[in-house]
């Protein structure tokens, strides 16, 4: 049995699907460094247009926000957060637009909280890779 060069691992934080990311990344945590550096870069402008769309009260372009936003969370493995935008996403169908103010208000403080876990994981798996030089 061969013994890798790499015997360290980078244990994601809680609401981290940490077994979805390494199976997606193949364990190449210098991939996943760049793809949170890269997420944590598109996420804010993205946010803004979810609670732009919310405040017109434009049903349409509210479901398309939350879709865009929604491959994201996946990337860092926000899956549970993702499947959540999937639901909204779901609900948008509905014709009257009140309905949708409790689900909206559960889904952004989420996607609001997302950011700052997004950021912090980024640091810590940065500063990780950096240990595998």
Same mark, same amino acid.
């Given at each position: 049995?061969?013994s890798s060069?790499?015997?360290?691992y980078?244990?994601?934080?809680g609401?981290?699907?940490g077994?979805?990311?390494?199976?997606?990344?193949d364990g190449d945590? %210098?991939?996943?460094?760049?793809t949170?550096?890269?997420v944590a &870069?598109?996420?804010?402008?993205?946010?803004?247009?979810?609670?732009?769309?919310?405040?017109? &009260?434009d049903?349409? %372009?509210l479901?398309s %926000?939350v879709?865009?936003?929604k491959p994201?969370? &996946?990337?860092? &493995?926000?899956?549970?957060?993702?499947a959540?935008?999937?639901?909204?996403?779901d609900?948008?169908?509905?014709?009257?637009?009140?309905?949708l103010?409790?689900?909206?208000?559960q889904?952004s403080t989420?996607l609001?909280t997302?950011?700052?876990?997004i950021?912090?994981?980024?640091g810590?798996?940065? %500063?990780?890779?950096?240990?595998l030089?």
């Amino acid at each position: 049995m061969n013994s890798s060069t790499n015997d360290k691992y980078f244990v994601f934080s809680g609401q981290f699907n940490g077994q979805y990311i390494n199976e997606l990344y193949d364990g190449d945590y %210098a991939l996943m460094a760049e793809t949170f550096t890269d997420v944590a &870069g598109e996420y804010n402008p993205m946010l803004q247009n979810v609670f732009l769309s919310y405040r017109s &009260g434009d049903i349409p %372009a509210l479901k398309s %926000a939350v879709h865009k936003l929604k491959p994201l969370l &996946g990337y860092v &493995g926000l899956t549970s957060l993702q499947a959540d935008c999937q639901k909204f996403e779901d609900n948008c169908q509905q014709d009257s637009f009140p309905s949708l103010h409790d689900d909206f208000a559960q889904l952004s403080t989420g996607l609001s909280t997302a950011k700052s876990w997004i950021d912090e994981e980024k640091g810590r798996l940065t %500063a990780f890779v950096r240990t595998l030089k």
